[in-house]
């Protein structure tokens, strides 16, 4: 049994992403308990908790990334089983929330998956969720519980300030992540620009115009997640065709469907810097993409929600050239 804060505490890995709830373990200072996720023959899905968990503050880490509805359902599982095993406790760290993009009507007979999630997890017994960088942040109001969302920016400015890289210019790859660009074009000191496009059906984009200059700049392009590259890669070649000197792309969520490697490797991108939110898999690695860990991250924030210290501290940052770290 761990005691943190005297609190009894235990932090739980499901299937999605273990090696991340290792190294948030280990920011934390305490070891993974054990747990099984067992299927039946036709797919349905058990947890076995093998320790005893009544009482405890108990922390749950599963990205409910592809395969998305298993991933779900072990969470769900998951919940059940520690609010009728008398958890204290049921924090969800979900650093990439999948349903995240359906958090809206944007046409007739549309569903809001995103609110139908929220509720499921609610019902399952979460106290509380934590995620990364989610896609809009309206989604935090679908909870009645605290939802505390963390952000990827920090981590993400912290190596491009470390390339030292000149003549910088961040790029938006739409008009809705400009908010985005705009924190990081505050940490990096410069401008930005907005690539104008269109989306014809759902995972396709035409650029349409290019916002801003660009010409003889090292091009920063920066999103929430990265899917089937299809934006991430048209984008960087209308960046070079305007002029620009080089492009590097960064996002917290590599979720890297279908052609997005080959899409990646064969594009005009210098680099794609992503976080570990979702665990990447041997087959999609390749050299121009970079790697990041939020485990530190994550683990600090435990830390203060067992101490009852503000996350806020956490959320802004600032950067010491001399120190090159975020602080």
Known sequence: MSVLMGKKVKIFSLTSNQELAAEIADSVGIPLSSCDVLHFADGEINVQINETVRGHNVFVIQPTSAPVNDHLMELLIMCDALKRASARTINLVIPYYGYSRQDRKARSRQPISAKLVADLLQTAGADRIICMDIHAAQIQGFFDIPVDNFLGLPILSNYIMD???????????????????????????????????????????????????????????????????????????????????????????????????????????????????????ESKKCEKIKVLSVGQLLGHGILRILSDEPLSGLFTYSYDKSKRELL
């Open 163 to 281: 390339k030292h890289l000149t003549d910088v210019v961040v790029v938006s790859p739409d008009h809705g992540g400009v908010v985005r660009a705009r924190e990081l074009a505050k940490v990096l000191d410069t401008t930005i620009a907005i690539i104008d496009k269109r989306r014809p059906e759902p995972n396709k984009m035409e650029v349409m115009n290019i916002i801003g200059n660009v010409e003889g700049k090292t091009c920063v392009m920066i999103d929430d997640m990265v899917d089937t590259a299809g934006t991430i890669t048209a984008g960087a070649q209308a960046l070079i065709d305007a002029g620009a000197k080089e492009v590097y792309a960064v996002a917290t969520h590599g979720v890297l469907s279908g052609p997005a490697i080959e899409r990646i490797q064969n594009s005009v991108l210098k680099e794609m810097i992503i976080t570990n939110t979702i665990k990447l898999e």
